[in-house]
């Protein structure tokens, strides 16, 4: 999120598969079914029928597949708790100040403060999107039921044209006649995409006909503007209206809402990406995915291929050539570099949190559309080393994930921050379980080993997978079927997999594995008790910054491995923010570890640790802990390495 004119804050931190896609065509392709859908039924098949037939992987509903005990399944509780403790009179206050109710209730800080012009996007927006992916994926039923509670209040503050939000529909008038506002469009999306996971997630009718309302006030807003009109306005962010228009249209089968899907498409970012150009430099990063995603959205309900092409090429751009080892991208917020060179973008506020989370949801629709597995090797190392470790013990999150030497982590306080990424990453850790399996017709893949247990009743099919990876290399299945049943189980071999891995099926290993970055398809009639066992060995690997290659980061299989610097002077104004969002006082930058690789073994100067995934590194100026960067918490650290004889800036 961007940080733009009328915002009372500071303006310094806010300023691949195209030959998979061949591969994988299937003249077999279904209709999509909304992986989340429990709505009514009518309205869930009609959606259904308005997609095209381009998805070939389909993935399972949210309750369908339960977490066991992991780091994603702790992770996700503690984010509800966090939740939980959010009252729905603080959550609805502005928006009943807006519609001149009363309320009581003490307003929340940061960017909910009642003077802030962003006020809206978490209360009303994320908190609900939040709400309905816990209800879905863990049956949370307090979270249920104060979704349904803020709907309600939400509704009765809706105006008769359509129009809710926050703060005033002067807001629009500002934005349309050019003057300095900070993003209103951004703030509707997240109101209206909260209402209509409340539909879709949480079978809430009335959550419908507010979202249908906020889309009847846009298209009527939309009216009598001109293209070069539309231009200007896209200037702004505007988060992803066309995605959340889209999909109303998904829904309601009315077509003036996925025109007015159509004003938001920004030519400027369009048009270079469909001709497969990265003009991405001088861009602020998170503005850009959320259109991106309207713009999968669009392929997926009309089948224009160049709304793919336009996906698919900045996904394998910023993919393969923007992002860290961690798989996260931008710095200061942008990209300040071309493609493949980050060299002096290591900074204090590099990597923010929010372009992480949305080049997840980007990557489950490419996948989606050609199940290449190499898309779930960026997948699983965003999701390990960009989002797993932004949250504490209490559940704050990050706004950046800062890859500075010597950074540290910094999260949001309780009620005074509610950052973008704040809302973002409460609802990211309420659904850690919607990517795992896939299906194709009736074969299953396997894409990410993290303890949880499928159920696919039209398969009478259970599958328990037990594993405590990356600590355990190794992941088990057990089959339970109502009966016996052929089915394909297609397992993800990682590009990162070392040698001497292998498969065993009831104990007895096959004579047959897989290329990296592949599937590895068993195709039999399944037992009940059957079982499967993946050995997944990892290796320890160096991964050069782009454009740098004196300034390594070090991994460990999918696992991003950070020098542990220690907490020395370290405050807790350093760690925790209000308002502003930024340290203070900002720790004093320090030079990355400097290592001596040994030519003949370029990574001895490492040594085994006493714990798993842990290691000891020989530096120049001593020896330094290593751990998992996710698992960094309350001290300094750095996650490039400077190899001895070179000078770089880290930025």
Request: charged share 20%; hydrophobic share 40%.
């Amino acid at each position: 999120m961007s940080i733009g004119g009328g915002m009372q804050g500071s303006d310094k931190r806010r300023r691949f598969l195209k030959t998979g896609a061949l591969a994988f065509a299937s003249a077999l392709a279904v209709p999509r079914v909304r992986a989340f859908d429990t709505a009514d039924p009518a309205s869930v098949a009609a959606s259904a029928a308005r997609e095209k037939p381009v998805c070939r992987m389909q993935p399972f509903a949210l309750n369908q597949v339960r977490l066991l005990d992991s780091d994603f399944s702790r992770a996700a509780a503690i984010n509800l708790e966090y939740l939980h403790s959010l009252p729905v009179d603080r959550l609805a206050h502005s928006f009943r100040v807006q519609a001149g109710q009363p309320s009581s209730a003490r307003p929340f800080g940061g960017w909910e403060k009642p003077d802030c012009e962003l006020r809206g996007h978490f209360t009303g927006g994320h908190y609900l999107s939040a709400a309905a992916l816990a209800w879905a994926a863990q049956g949370d039923a307090t979270m249920k039921a104060r979704g349904d509670e803020l709907v309600a209040i939400l509704a009765s503050c809706q105006r008769p044209n359509g129009y809710l939000s926050a703060f005033p529909e002067s807001f629009f008038d500002r934005l349309s006649a050019g003057e300095k506002v900070w993003a209103p469009f951004y703030t509707l999306h997240k109101i209206q995409a909260g209402m209509l996971d409340m539909y879709r997630l949480a079978g809430n009718k009335q959550a419908l006909a507010v979202a249908t309302g906020i889309g009847n006030w846009t298209v009527r807003w939309l009216n009598g503007f001109s293209d070069a009109d539309m231009a200007h306005i896209l200037k702004t962010e505007y988060g992803g209206m066309n995605e959340s228009m889209v999909d109303l249209y998904a829904i309601t089968g009315n077509s003036r809402y996925l025109d007015a899907a159509h004003r938001f498409d920004q030519a400027s970012l369009f048009e270079p990406l469909a001709s497969h150009r990265d003009e991405l430099k001088g861009l602020h990063s998170n503005t850009q995915i959320p259109k991106i995603i309207g713009a999968a959205r669009r392929y997926e309900l009309t089948g224009e291929p160049r709304y793919r092409r336009i996906a698919e090429f900045f996904w394998e751009t910023v993919t393969q050539n923007r992002t860290y080892a961690t798989g996260g991208s931008s710095n200061d917020e942008f990209w300040n570099t071309g493609p493949g060179d980050l060299r002096g973008q290591l900074g204090l506020y590099a990597a923010e949190c929010c372009v992480a989370y949305n080049l997840l949801k980007l990557t489950r629709h490419v996948y989606a559309w050609n199940g290449d597995p190499r898309a779930f090797d960026y997948y699983e190392r965003n999701l390990y080393n960009a989002r797993l470790g932004t949250q504490d013990a209490q559940g704050m999150k990050l706004y950046y994930y800062s890859l500075r030497p010597g950074g540290a982590k910094f999260y949001n306080s309780p009620t005074d921050s509610f950052w973008c990424c704040t809302g973002s990453g409460a609802e990211e850790f309420a659904r850690f379980n919607d990517a795992i399996y896939f299906r194709d017709d009736d074969a299953l893949h396997v894409n990410l080993f993290i303890a949880s247990e499928l159920d696919w009743p039209e398969m009478g099919l259970t599958l328990r997978q037990e594993t405590d990876f990356p600590r355990e290399a190794a992941t088990r299945l057990r089959f339970t079927l109502t009966q016996p049943r052929e089915i394909a189980l297609n397992l993800r071999i990682p590009s990162w997999i070392a040698p001497g891995a292998r498969v065993e099926v009831n104990g007895e290993a096959l004579d047959t594995f897989a290329s990296p970055g592949s599937y590895l398809t068993i195709k039999r009639t399944w037992q009940s008790g059957d079982r499967v066992s993946l050995t997944l060995p990892m290796t320890l690997r160096s991964v050069p910054l782009p454009g740098d290659d004196h300034l390594q980061a070090i991994t460990y299989g999918p696992i991003v491995l950070a020098a542990r610097l220690g907490a020395k002077g370290l405050t807790h104004d350093q760690q925790y923010g209000r308002y502003d969002a930024g340290p203070s006082p900002e720790p004093k930058p320090q030079p990355a570890p400097q290592i001596a690789p040994d030519e003949a073994d370029p990574l001895a100067w490492l040594a085994p640790g006493d714990k798993p995934l842990t290691y000891r590194a020989t530096t120049r100026h001593g020896v330094v802990d290593v751990a998992p960067l996710n698992t960094i918490q309350g001290e300094r650290y750095a996650v490039y390495w400077q190899t001895e004889g070179s000078a770089t800036d880290a930025g």
